[in-house]
């Protein structure tokens, strides 16, 4: 049974389109994150919520709009999709940590590989 | 704000034999995290190996060791007997007080056969 599970896997979709990205998790954790990686496998942390509130929000452009209906789920929404949103998207599962002290570990979906054509 | 740097894009080692991927970073903190982390081609992110930076003592998993210089800020992963498996793309990260993970660039690792 897959612990973060990510759909859809692969999307491609035309500039100016909106989607949606979903993620789940069973884990019963508290915490989740989207993360992007580019092109060049930089990978970076983009939204972090911790029972459904915002915790983490990174310098994203507003296009990007998380959304966490209950703590297993936290959507990815990207309006008006760019060539530079092309990336691979990941989201994360973990129970939340005490700052710099005590880190749980991060479970990570499998990823979904958008192209923006 | 933390960074975490891997100097090195890419490094190829013999099967069986032992390789070592560096890994620097600068941080102003005493209490956080490092990780070493494994993309493999399937894209799945894998944790490798974890070192709390309180410990002394370097943090070991079956063939994966660190050596960790908290004083220069110096975090290198250790790959004994590499296996063909081991290829993939390793991560770098730290976790501190801003509670992200901050990843460095990666490095490609190729096993030969």
């Known amino acids: 049974d897959t612990a973060v599970s990510q759909t859809p896997k692969y999307l491609v979709t035309q500039m100016g389109n909106d989607k949606s990205i979903k993620c789940e998790q069973n884990?019963?954790?508290?915490?989740m994150y989207w993360y992007k990686q580019d092109s060049k496998k930089f990978l970076k942390i983009m939204f972090s919520y911790n029972n459904k509130e915002l915790i983490i929000n990174e310098t994203v452009p507003n296009r990007f709009s998380p959304k966490s209906p209950d703590k297993a789920h936290l959507n990815l929404h990207i309006n008006s999709l760019e060539l530079g949103d092309s990336a691979v998207y990941f989201c994360?599962?973990?129970?939340?940590?005490?700052?710099?002290?005590?880190?749980?570990?991060?479970?990570f979906g499998p990823g979904t590989r958008l192209t923006v054509l | 704000a933390q960074t975490v740097t891997q100097s090195q894009p890419e490094m190829s080692v013999q099967e069986a034999e032992t390789v070592t991927l560096s890994c620097t970073y600068d941080?102003?903190?005493?209490?956080?995290?490092l990780f070493w982390y494994k993309q493999p081609p399937s894209r799945q992110m894998i944790l490798v190996i974890r070192?709390?930076?309180?410990?002394?003592q370097n943090a070991t998993e079956n063939r994966f060791s660190v050596n960790f210089q908290k004083a220069a800020k110096s975090f290198s992963l250790k790959i004994s007997d590499s296996q063909l498996g081991d290829a993939a793309m390793y991560f770098c990260?730290?976790?501190?007080?801003?509670?992200?993970?901050?990843f460095g660039k990666g490095i490609t690792l190729s096993v030969r056969p």
């Open positions: 070192q709390e930076a309180y410990k002394q």
């Open positions: 994360a599962s973990s129970q939340p940590g005490i700052r710099g002290v005590i880190y749980n570990e991060q479970f």
């Open positions: 941080t102003s903190e005493s209490d956080y995290y």
């Open positions: 884990l019963g954790h508290d915490t």
């Open positions: 990260a730290y976790w501190g007080a801003n509670s992200k993970l901050t």
